[in-house]
């Protein structure tokens, strides 16, 4: 096998929309046809108008298929001390397709995205981790972040 450790170019929007979906398959969450096809023209939307502005896409790919994935959003914001730069980063859709787990691809994708974090003079990443991913996580240097003054809140908009 000869993989390739890469950043992603508009010509792979459509395998990052297939694993955006795996990604969701692989999470167990349950979507029907319809809001598959919703998720898939939102997908296609967002990729086209910010891969390599403010979204970034490391890949591994063999034989021009991806082995595992990993995605950064940039969010930019009035500056505080605590992300001094004025931009966040978030770590979104890590995944490696089973059969090729337990390789490191998710640790050079996840370095990737460092590094490319690091040219965008970001202050942080963050990201949310599953069990199986949280060492991995943890090896890299991200911390689990305590309790603070504010209250995590959402308001849900869509019903």
């Known amino acids: 096998?000869?993989?390739?450790?890469?950043?992603?170019?508009?010509?792979?929007?459509?395998?990052?929309?297939?694993?955006?979906?795996?990604?969701?398959?692989?999470?167990?969450?349950?979507?029907?046809?319809?809001?598959?096809?919703?998720?898939k023209g939102s997908l296609k939307s967002y990729f086209n108008q910010h891969l390599g502005d403010d979204f970034f896409a490391a890949l591994i790919v063999d034989?021009?298929?991806?082995?595992?994935?990993?995605?950064?959003?940039?969010?930019?914001?009035?500056?505080?001390?605590?992300?001094?730069?004025?931009?966040?980063?978030?770590i979104l859709n890590v995944l490696t397709y089973p059969e090729h787990r337990r390789k490191g691809y998710a640790l050079m994708t996840m370095g990737k995205l460092i590094e490319?974090?690091?040219q965008q003079d970001l202050s942080y990443l963050e990201l949310r981790a599953s069990e199986l991913g949280k060492a991995l996580y943890q090896k890299l240097g991200f911390e689990e972040i305590e309790p603070s003054r504010m209250s995590n809140m959402r308001l849900p908009l869509l019903k």
């Open 1 to 39: 096998m000869t993989v390739k450790l890469k950043m992603a170019a508009n010509s792979e929007i459509e395998m990052l929309i297939q694993a955006r979906l795996d990604f969701f398959d692989d999470q167990g969450f349950d979507m029907d046809s319809e809001s598959r096809t919703a998720i």
């Open 63 to 90: 034989a021009g298929n991806i082995v595992s994935v990993a995605f950064l959003v940039v969010a930019e914001k009035p500056a505080s001390p605590v992300f001094p730069t004025g931009k966040t980063g978030t």
């Open 116 to 118: 490319e974090a690091q």
